[in-house]
């Protein structure tokens, strides 16, 4: 099982740029999270799936927009890339329907805004 | 609102000393708490759960409802604990996670 994995590993916008990340996850887990990873601020939550066919805003939502595809795949949306957006994104996933499971976090994205 | 606080950005530790990485949060809940770990050039992983009441890599933590702290604790450091530590707490509904701002552990030989 490959877990859950991230595309791409690195990645250089201009400013006012879009991209996707793409995420997917091979556990069979139902719920589905995208965070970003800033010195000092730590791992802030971007938004969430609870299950296939869901959404919801997480603590840090504003600038970004996601799908989550079908249950594998969760992807996270950068229409009109900014410099505060640099950062490492990071998906992961957990079983969700038990509050002691844990996350599963795939290697991560580190995301240049010029 | 619920929150978790690590004090400590940065703990700088001899290798066989005693290491104590401090955890703090607010729920008004039951809190379900983890401790999750970042070695360099590794993805983020779990190192252990509240609920488990479990020793990993020599690692313990107790929930102490009390004084709302989930300390990560360990006798004698080892370099190989060089990494980032995060506290996490599970509240609402399960899919809602809340993690620390981390504590950067420096084990020096």
């Known amino acids: 099982n490959a877990g859950v994995t991230q595309t791409p590993k690195f990645q250089v916008l201009k400013t006012g740029q879009s991209m996707t990340l793409q995420c997917a996850q091979d556990?069979?887990?139902?719920?589905m999270y995208w965070y970003r990873q800033d010195p000092g601020m730590g791992l802030r939550l971007i938004y969430y799936s609870a299950s296939e066919g869901t959404t919801d805003k997480g603590e840090v939502p504003n600038g970004y927009n996601v799908s989550r595809l079908n249950k594998r795949e969760f992807s996270l949306r950068l229409e009109s890339a900014a410099p505060s957006q640099t950062s490492v994104y990071f998906c992961?996933?957990?079983?969700?329907?038990?509050?002691?499971?844990?996350?599963?976090f795939g290697p991560g994205t580190r995301l240049t805004v010029t | 609102a619920q929150r978790v606080t690590q004090p400590e950005k940065l703990l700088s530790v001899f290798k066989g000393a005693p290491v104590e990485l401090k955890c703090n949060y607010s729920y008004s809940g039951s809190p379900e708490l983890f401790w999750y770990v970042q070695y360099s050039r590794q993805r983020l992983q779990l190192l252990l759960r509240h609920i488990s009441r479990e020793s990993i890599k020599g690692f313990t933590a107790d929930l102490n409802k009390g004084e709302t702290s989930f300390h990560l604790k360990k006798p004698f450091a080892q370099e190989e604990d060089s990494a980032m530590y995060y506290c996490a707490l599970n509240w609402g509904g399960y899919q809602k996670v809340t993690f620390g701002t981390g504590t950067k552990l420096q084990v020096i030989p």
């Open positions: 992961a996933s957990s079983r969700g329907d038990s509050p002691s499971y844990e996350q599963y």
């Open positions: 556990m069979n887990h139902n719920s």
